[in-house]
């Protein structure tokens, strides 16, 4: 496929990592933050290619895996209802709360169901309405157009079934929260590409700045993920701390202003809680006044729970950076992809999860 | 989960804003999505798609950068 193909040229691909090579005369630490780019990263064995001195290191950017059991478990409890219609993406259906999973609600008979798009709940919504349709809205500045979207077209159409469980998360709050760790071993970034074709890469010159980190903006092929590392290690070796955009073809300096727009109107800054990291000041968006009769937490009146988290699972560790799956003592043996204790090890884009499939260690 | 798939433009509808909508070709495989916010895209371009909404038209200028690049290193260090 066009756009896609031609970044997986062996041939060039290997000519960056001589490049890479050519450069790098120290060891670095860089940590790519989206769990798309942690699962490439270990498909196509990017690290076995690279000298010796470049570690990398996984950040927290899979939502599957950040987002908090206690929201998880609401999850459970709405989708269990009869009159309810829970919608979600398909990743989230596997994720272990503090009892059990999405998939294990829908054979007890709940009525849960994976769609693509937040706009097919929207359809599911005009298509049932005797029922409540609720679209679980995890994820990154990615996934928030997509979500921001559906509220605004169901407020249009009049909707009143239709409400979402949000849990959206923010990229910059968590890259401070791991640099501000005085453990922190991470020297540079690769930022998501695609949560900055939404956002832009304004947020990220004062942290490169405060926290003299180089920050690349970074694409999700092989090549992407090369010259990413490539222009990264260059502004380590000559000393420079910049933000710099590898992936131009889709990232604009500062955005997609008319998602921006949108998402503004829809959402609204607040602190949230993180799987493994927990509470961190305004790194997340929940509805706004203006929306909140879309909120399903308010719709179904539910109340905090504490739950129990698993206490082998050493996630939040490996999210930032800390450690590597294979130094988890669950890791392959108490915790697999069938079994999962913590969420990195249910999605495909957890690093548990890349590590235990592609055999690395 | 922020996956994104480049894919063609084949046709668009609708005329407001936030509900124009085109049917985009991934390959030959072609399926609906929302072009509310990439306004200036035209049948024939390439635009990123995440879970069914258009975020970002594909720059073609800026496509081939990354096989200029390995030159300009290459010169850079000669």
Same mark, same amino acid.
């Given at each position: 496929?066009?756009?896609?193909?031609?970044?997986?040229?062996?041939?060039?691909?290997?000519?960056?990592?001589?490049?890479?090579?050519?450069?790098?005369?120290?060891?670095?630490?860089?940590?790519?933050?989206?769990?798309?780019?942690?699962?490439?990263?270990?498909?196509?064995?990017?690290?076995?290619?690279?000298?010796?001195?470049?570690?990398?290191?996984?950040?927290?950017?899979?939502? =599957?895996?950040?987002?908090?059991?206690?929201?998880?478990?609401?999850?459970?409890?709405?989708?269990?209802?009869?009159?309810?219609?829970?919608? +979600?993406?398909?990743?989230?259906? $596997?994720?272990? &709360?503090?009892? !059990?999973?999405?998939?294990?609600?829908?054979?007890? &008979? &709940?009525?849960? $169901?994976?769609?693509?798009?937040?706009?097919?709940?929207?359809?599911?919504?005009?298509?049932?309405?005797?029922?409540?349709?609720?679209?679980?809205?995890?994820?990154?500045? !990615?996934?928030?157009?997509?979500?921001?979207?559906? *509220?605004?077209?169901?407020?249009?159409?009049?909707?009143?079934?239709?409400?979402?469980?949000?849990?959206?998360?923010?990229?910059?709050?968590?890259?401070?929260?791991?640099?501000?760790?005085?453990?922190?071993?991470?020297?540079?970034?690769?930022?998501?590409?695609?949560?900055?074709? =939404?956002?832009?890469?304004?947020?990220?010159?004062?942290?490169?700045?405060?926290?003299?980190?180089?920050?690349? *903006?970074?694409?999700?092929?092989?090549?992407?993920?090369?010259?990413?590392?490539?222009?990264?290690?260059?502004?380590?070796?000559? &000393?420079?701390?910049?933000?710099?955009?590898?992936?131009?073809? *889709?990232?604009?300096?500062?955005?997609?202003?008319?998602?921006?727009?949108?998402?503004?109107? =829809?959402?609204? =800054?607040?602190?949230?809680?993180?799987?493994?990291?927990?509470?961190?000041?305004? +790194?997340?968006?929940?509805?706004?006044?203006?929306?909140?009769?879309?909120?399903?937490?308010?719709?179904?009146?539910? !109340?905090? !729970?504490?739950?129990?988290?698993?206490?082998?699972?050493? +996630?939040?560790?490996?999210?930032?950076?800390?450690?590597?799956?294979?130094?988890?003592?669950?890791?392959?043996?108490?915790?697999?992809?069938?079994?999962?204790?913590?969420?990195?090890?249910? +999605?495909?884009?957890?690093?548990?999860?890349? @590590?235990?499939? @592609?055999?690395?260690? | /989960?922020?996956?994104?798939?480049?894919?063609?433009?084949?046709?668009?509808?609708?005329?407001?804003? #936030?509900?124009? /909508?085109?049917?985009?070709?991934?390959?030959?495989?072609?399926?609906?999505?929302? #072009?509310?916010?990439?306004?200036?895209?035209?049948?024939?371009?390439?635009?990123?798609?995440?879970?069914?909404?258009?975020?970002?038209?594909?720059?073609?200028?800026?496509?081939?950068?990354?096989?200029?690049?390995?030159?300009?290193?290459?010169?850079?260090?000669?």
């Amino acid at each position: 496929m066009k756009y896609l193909d031609e970044y997986r040229d062996p041939e060039v691909a290997r000519q960056y990592v001589a490049a890479i090579e050519k450069i790098t005369t120290k060891p670095w630490t860089i940590m790519e933050i989206c769990g798309g780019q942690t699962h490439a990263i270990v498909r196509y064995g990017i690290q076995n290619m690279l000298p010796d001195e470049v570690t990398l290191v996984h950040g927290p950017g899979c939502p =599957v895996c950040v987002t908090p059991i206690e929201k998880i478990d609401k999850a459970l409890e709405i989708a269990a209802r009869p009159e309810v219609i829970f919608c +979600s993406f398909g990743d989230m259906l $596997r994720v272990p &709360g503090s009892a !059990t999973d999405l998939l294990s609600v829908r054979a007890e &008979g &709940g009525d849960v $169901r994976a769609i693509y798009s937040p706009l097919d709940a929207v359809q599911v919504a005009r298509d049932n309405p005797h029922k409540e349709v609720v679209f679980f809205a995890v994820g990154f500045e !990615t996934t928030a157009p997509g979500n921001a979207m559906a *509220v605004y077209q169901a407020r249009e159409l009049g909707l009143k079934n239709f409400s979402l469980l949000v849990s959206h998360v923010l990229v910059p709050p968590a890259m401070e929260s791991i640099l501000s760790n005085p453990d922190c071993k991470v020297q540079g970034f690769l930022a998501a590409g695609h949560v900055c074709t =939404v956002m832009g890469m304004d947020s990220y010159a004062p942290i490169a700045a405060k926290y003299k980190v180089p920050i690349v *903006v970074t694409g999700f092929e092989p090549l992407d993920i090369l010259q990413g590392l490539y222009m990264c290690i260059h502004q380590l070796e000559a &000393g420079r701390r910049q933000v710099e955009n590898q992936y131009a073809r *889709v990232v604009e300096a500062h955005g997609n202003q008319s998602a921006q727009q949108l998402i503004s109107d =829809v959402f609204q =800054v607040i602190p949230r809680q993180w799987r493994g990291l927990g509470e961190i000041p305004q +790194s997340g968006w929940g509805l706004a006044p203006a929306y909140a009769d879309y909120d399903a937490e308010r719709r179904f009146g539910l !109340t905090e !729970t504490a739950p129990d988290e698993p206490s082998d699972c050493i +996630s939040g560790e490996i999210m930032q950076g800390l450690k590597k799956p294979a130094q988890c003592p669950a890791f392959g043996a108490k915790c697999t992809p069938d079994h999962p204790l913590g969420a990195p090890m249910v +999605s495909t884009e957890g690093a548990c999860s890349a @590590y235990y499939r @592609y055999g690395n260690e | /989960m922020c996956l994104a798939i480049p894919g063609k433009i084949i046709t668009i509808s609708g005329q407001e804003p #936030l509900s124009r /909508m085109g049917q985009v070709s991934y390959g030959g495989i072609t399926k609906e999505a929302s #072009l509310a916010f990439v306004p200036d895209a035209k049948e024939g371009d390439y635009i990123l798609v995440h879970a069914g909404i258009a975020i970002s038209i594909v720059r073609e200028d800026e496509a081939q950068k990354i096989f200029e690049y390995l030159e300009q290193i290459g010169e850079a260090e000669a």
